[in-house]
């Protein structure tokens, strides 16, 4: 088992920028590949961004590309969603979670959530 902890959500104003973290305890940190999703209501939830264990692989949703910078600090166990340039689009609740499978954006290989963090977005 792993647990995840996701922290710096909140209301920004369009083009302002967040960082979000997950904080992960419980199994080793580098076995997982660590995703970002979100869920908007009444949409689907989405993969945002992933990365593999070593951050050599990387994935991005195209609406989030060149605007969404993840990353990972084995040292500290915690993944990070930079965001910036953000959009009243991004809306949403935004999901840590863990993989044992890859390539990262195999969605279905996401077994381990965190609670999830409310991003806001005004125009």
């Known amino acids: 088992q792993v647990q995840l902890v996701e922290s710096g959500g909140g209301l920004v104003q369009a083009g302002g920028s967040l960082r979000l973290s997950c904080a992960a305890s419980?199994?080793?940190?580098?076995?997982?590949?660590m995703g970002w999703f979100r869920q908007a209501p009444g949409k689907e939830r989405e993969l945002v961004a992933a990365?593999?264990?070593?951050?050599?692989?990387?994935y991005y949703v195209d609406s989030v590309k060149g605007r969404f910078t993840i990353s990972r600090d084995n040292a500290k166990n915690t993944v990070y969603l930079q965001m910036e340039s953000l959009k009243p689009e991004d809306t949403a609740a935004y999901y840590c979670?863990?993989?044992?499978?890859?390539?990262?954006?195999?969605?279905?290989?996401?077994?381990?959530w965190g609670q999830g963090t409310q991003v806001t977005v005004s125009s």
């Open positions: 419980g199994r080793t940190f580098t076995n997982f590949a």
């Open positions: 979670a863990a993989s044992l499978v890859e390539p990262v954006q195999r969605v279905d290989g996401y077994h381990y």
């Open positions: 990365i593999n264990w070593s951050s050599i692989s990387t």
